[in-house]
């Protein structure tokens, strides 16, 4: 990798990392020659994934810190910056991935929504607020990253509560970087990943689905273009029939129709035929 954070010694911290994407980038930062941070809720599989990327670090065990975290804790996330910041110093990297599928009901007891919102989505806030203002102020090249979903733009039926926090994401990923890009003299940019298809959290591969490690792949090149939006495909979707479905939602507002027109009935020939 010719991108400058991707440097021996440099730091990365990654929430969600025990398993899938996140383990499979820690994996990858950690063959740079990167300090990993692993940042999980699940004490016993950080364990296990620690070992693992040890195991791939240029520079050894030295080079990996495991610090259990609920990133839904506010007072947890400043603890791990000051675990950060005793053990390694300034981030280079800070990937906020940590995502929760609570599932529940418009009408029923609301407590999931809020659960799945402080991970979510207040996850990623506090990870920002608290890595962020020490990244600008070092002056060096760095980047955030922040996991979103299709499921936050295209908003399919069938699991409201996460694709409401990964929308969160998404607005707030944008915002983020329109206020570094307008501050002088910063150095951080900020980006969004949308994985497809992926198989993550021990479940078994299905054809048609990505590996984490694809993935990774994708958000490299996406980081090497420069790229804000690093939209993945999978063996089912290609990248033009994510461009056309993104766009078919957007035309649900510009052209009237009912929202999420695509499961609506009434528009599958309509569909079909923008789709190709």
Known sequence: MSHPIFQTGRTAVVTGASSGIGLAACRRFAGFGMNVVMVDIETSALQSAQADIAAASTRGGDAVLAVPTDVADPNAIDALKAAVDARYGPVALLMNNAATRLSGTFWDDPTPWRQAMEVNFWGVVSGVRAFVPDMMATGAQSVVINTGSKQGITNPPGNTIYNVGKSAVKTYTEALQHELRRTEGCRVTAHLLVPGWTTTGGRAHQPGAWLPDQVIDELLAGLERGS?????????????????????????ITEDRPPLSRWHGGYDEEFARFEG
Not at 235 to 245: A, V
């Open 228 to 252: 804000f939006y690093i939209v993945c495909p999978d063996d089912e979707t290609s990248h033009e029939e994510d461009r056309r479905r993104i766009l078919w939602a957007a035309h649900d």
